[in-house]
């Protein structure tokens, strides 16, 4: 849940070695640990190393892709948003 918080809102890794995030959490989840940094980034990684096999597995049977890129900044934050788009044949071609 902590790694779907950090991730959704982009909240930086450091968080988790907050003192008052610490105490936040342990104050809702008392019987629970903390991850600690080195251990949120290992399961980050290894979450997107399957997520990235799976994208892969799914784009192996596709003919052709559309892509866009849009970069852009604010607030001294940059941003990069991808997106793929096909058509699906057996969506289309089904009875």
Request: proline letters at 4%; aromatic letters at 10%.
């Amino acid at each position: 849940m902590i790694i779907k918080f950090i991730m959704s809102a982009t909240i930086p890794f450091s968080i988790v070695e907050n003192e008052d995030f610490k105490e936040l959490i342990n104050f809702g989840f008392p019987n629970k640990n903390l991850l600690s940094r080195p251990t949120l980034m290992k399961k980050i990684n290894q979450m997107s190393e399957v997520l990235v096999d799976n994208l892969k597995k799914e784009m192996d049977s596709i003919q052709h892709i559309t892509t866009t890129v849009d970069c852009w900044s604010i607030f001294k934050k940059s941003y990069i948003g991808i997106t793929g788009s096909w058509i699906d044949p057996s969506i289309l071609f089904s009875e």
